[in-house]
Nanobody, 124 residues
Framework: QVQLVESGGGLVQAGGSLRLSCTAS????????MGWFRQAPGKEREFVAT????????YYADSVNGRFTISRDNAKKTVYLQMNSLKPEDTAMYYC?????????????????WGQGTQVTVSS
């Protein structure tokens, strides 16, 4: 089993920045691919970004490409999501996920383990 805990969410004005963190515990050897997803009220969970173990393979959703940056620190068992130039439409619950499969993994069903989420609210 792998446990994931997200942090770093909050309320920010449009144009601002936030940095989300997700720390893994348990069987962290099974965290080859890590991803971020988000879900707004009444909408389906959508892919945001994913990164492989080495950080050499990274993919972003078109809606965040150029504004968000995913990275990971394997020694700290943590993945990050730096979010810049935030827009009101970025408002959602953000979830961290991990799976031991080789990516790119861009669907929620691709991932075995999920965190509880951290809320991001962007005001206009």
């Amino acid at each position: 089993q792998v446990q994931l805990v997200e942090s770093g969410g909050g309320l920010v004005q449009a144009g601002g920045s936030l940095r989300l963190s997700c720390t893994a515990s348990g069987r962290t050897a099974s965290t080859y691919t890590m991803g971020w997803f988000r879900q707004a009220p009444g909408k389906e969970r959508e892919f945001v970004a994913t990164i492989n173990w080495t950080g050499g393979r990274i993919y972003y959703a078109d809606s965040v490409n150029g504004r968000f940056t995913i990275s990971r620190d394997n020694a700290k068992k943590t993945v990050y999501l730096q979010m810049n130039s935030l827009k009101p439409e970025d408002t959602a619950m953000y979830y961290c996920a991990t799976d031991n499969s080789v990516g790119p993994l861009t669907k929620p069903s691709d991932y075995d383990y999920w965190g509880q989420g951290t809320q991001v609210t962007v005001s206009s």
